[in-house]
């Protein structure tokens, strides 16, 4: 069974930090594209962060510079380090694996950045 859980999310201050991991099971980590999504209140799900099995990286022009993203495939664990945190990077943050046919999410876990 494949599992993606997410953890690290919470509420922040404006120009705090955090930092999401989630850790898979279940499946080839090495093998999959990694990456972050983030869907806020009355939007579409948008791409944040991508990491890709041979390491290259794409970020939404919005975070880049503020947010990195990096896996460990030891520990079948994506990462997601958000510095500078804006109150529009209120979302609900999602993580999603990517290989051939197979697309797997996790259940999303919750940024909030508010005074």
């Known amino acids: 069974q494949v599992q993606l859980v997410e953890s690290g999310g919470g509420l922040v201050q404006p120009g705090g930090s955090l930092r999401l991991s989630c850790a898979a099971s279940g499946i080839m980590f090495s093998s999959y594209d990694m990456g972050w999504y983030r869907q806020a209140p009355g939007k579409q799900r948008e791409l944040v962060a991508s990491?890709?099995?041979?390491?290259?990286?794409n970020y939404a022009n919005s975070v880049k510079g503020r947010f990195t993203i990096s896996r460990d495939n030891a520990k079948r664990t994506v990462y997601l380090q958000m510095n500078s945190l804006k109150p529009e990077d209120t979302a609900v943050y999602y993580c999603?694996?990517?290989?051939?046919?197979?697309?797997?999410w996790g259940q999303g876990s919750q940024v909030t950045v508010s005074s």
């Open positions: 990491i890709l099995t041979g390491g290259n990286l």
């Open positions: 999603n694996a990517r290989a051939t046919v197979f697309n797997y």
